[in-house]
């Protein structure tokens, strides 16, 4: 059993940045795959981004790409989401996972949720 712990969450304003981190607990992580998924209030929580077990291939929602940067430090047993120039439709809660299934992009390939790190961004 993994046990993902976010952080890094706070309030900002548009075009700023934030970093969020997930470490790792539990059984070694190393070997997932693991993602970036977050949920505004009303809205079914979507894929943002994710990375496979070495790090070398990363995966993004149209909505981020070329403004955030999803990496992993093994040794360290966690996960970053650098993100840059912030929007305020960025606003949400973000949830790291690890990935099991086939497609980085489903929800239902995730599995090991964090509690979730709050991200707002005001205008």
């Known amino acids: 059993q993994v046990q993902l712990v976010e952080s890094g969450g706070g309030l900002v304003q548009a075009g700023g940045s934030l970093r969020l981190s997930c470490a790792a607990s539990?059984?070694?992580?190393?070997?997932?795959?693991v993602g970036w998924f977050r949920q505004a209030p009303g809205k079914e929580r979507e894929f943002v981004a994710a990375i496979n077990c070495s790090g070398s291939s990363t995966y993004y929602a149209d909505s981020v790409k070329g403004r955030f940067t999803i990496s992993r430090d093994n040794a360290k047993n966690t996960l970053y989401l650098q993100m840059n120039s912030l929007k305020p439709e960025d606003t949400a809660v973000y949830y790291c996972?690890?990935?099991?299934?086939?497609?980085?992009?489903?929800?239902?390939?995730?599995?090991?949720w964090g509690q979730g790190t709050q991200v707002t961004v005001s205008s």
């Open positions: 996972a690890r990935c099991y299934g086939a497609s980085y992009y489903a929800t239902t390939s995730y599995d090991s």
């Open positions: 539990g059984r070694t992580s190393s070997r997932y795959a």
